[in-house]
Structures are given as C-alpha cells and as structure tokens.
C-alpha cells in the first residue's frame, strides 16, 4: 500500500470521495481506501476467483466482476480511478484509458503504478493522457520495489515465471512507476 499512500499525497480527495479500483484482485486497495481514508471505493476485477475470494475475506467490500476497457458505470461517476499492475497485462491499455477519462469527473485523478520495459519503452501512457486533456502531476521510478518483490518470491521459492512479461510478449529490462494525472 506504500505507492497507493504515495500517490494519494498528490490527489485532493475529500472524505467520501468516490474512488473505483480496476483490477482489484481480492480487494486489498479497496479496504485500504476504504478504512484508511473513508473514501466511497468499490473494486472491479475481470476475475470472479478473486472477487469471490475477496467477498469471503470481508463481505462489506463492494468488488464487482468486470473488465477494464468495458466498464459499467456512468459517464463523470468517480473523482479517481486506481489501476495498480493492470493496465500492462491488458490487450487493449488505450481502451481502459479512455474508458477511465469517461468515468473520470473534471479534476479527477487517475493513480497508475505498472511494470514497464526500460529498454524498450515503447508505449508510454504519458503520451496519451496529456493529448486526452490529463495533466501529469506525478511519475517515479520504483524498480527498486520490484527488485525486492523479486528477491522475496525467489526466497519463498515462488517462480518468476510470468511476472516479467506483458501481452505483447517478454519483457527486457523490467522497471516500476507510479503515475498520478488529473482530468482537465
């Protein structure tokens, strides 16, 4: 929860401000956002072992099953969008994307963190938000966390396999951001 704290210091969210997680697996951010800030956050994931999973850990949270680039919520419904290691995976990022600008009030935050190929760096969102009217006010390099989530499934005998890859195939030199920007 480190970077999700991290990138909530550059988001003016009020108390009850309505946040939705896509990709939230079992809905760690969401009871995080949830208790943590008493932020309106519900959770949305294309995964209905996960969601499933999550409502038997705390049935309170509000985890829907759905997917990214299709999502079922009206047009300006959320003052910020989280999207933590999702939008890499996806066969379709720039469909998500413009799917959380239409969810996205004015001044709404969009929180990114995600892996990326740092020697082929290819696609980056940047680009994207500031020509769909985003101002980014936040991009770091968190390699270093990966690197160490690497070295703690090594040492819990967990493969790696899988990890370092995104739909597009292998990826080279894996890297680690964390991105807030603003709907204008």
């Not at 009030?105 to 020509?131: K, V």
């Amino acid at each position: 929860m480190a970077l999700t704290d991290r990138a909530l210091e550059f988001c003016s969210f009020d108390a009850g401000a309505r946040l939705l997680d896509v990709g939230c697996g079992a809905g760690a951010s969401v009871e995080h956002l949830r208790s943590h800030y008493a932020f309106d956050a519900r959770g949305i994931d294309l995964s209905p072992a996960l969601i499933a999973e999550g409502a038997r850990r705390n049935p309170d949270l509000p985890l829907s099953e759905g997917s990214a680039e299709a999502l079922p919520y009206p047009d300006e419904s959320h003052d910020g969008i989280v999207c933590e290691c999702v939008l890499s995976l996806l066969k379709e990022p720039l469909k998500a994307l413009t799917e959380f600008r239409r969810l996205l009030c004015s001044g709404g935050y969009l929180i990114l963190s995600d892996m990326y190929d740092r020697d082929h760096e290819t696609w980056q969102p940047e680009a994207w938000l500031s020509e769909n009217g985003f101002t980014v006010l936040l991009r770091e390099d968190h390699t270093r966390l990966l690197r160490e989530l690497a070295a703690r499934l090594i040492l819990a005998n967990v493969s790696l396999e899988g990890i370092c890859c995104s739909p597009a195939g292998p990826v080279g030199k894996p890297g680690y951001y964390l991105l807030v920007a603003r709907k204008g």
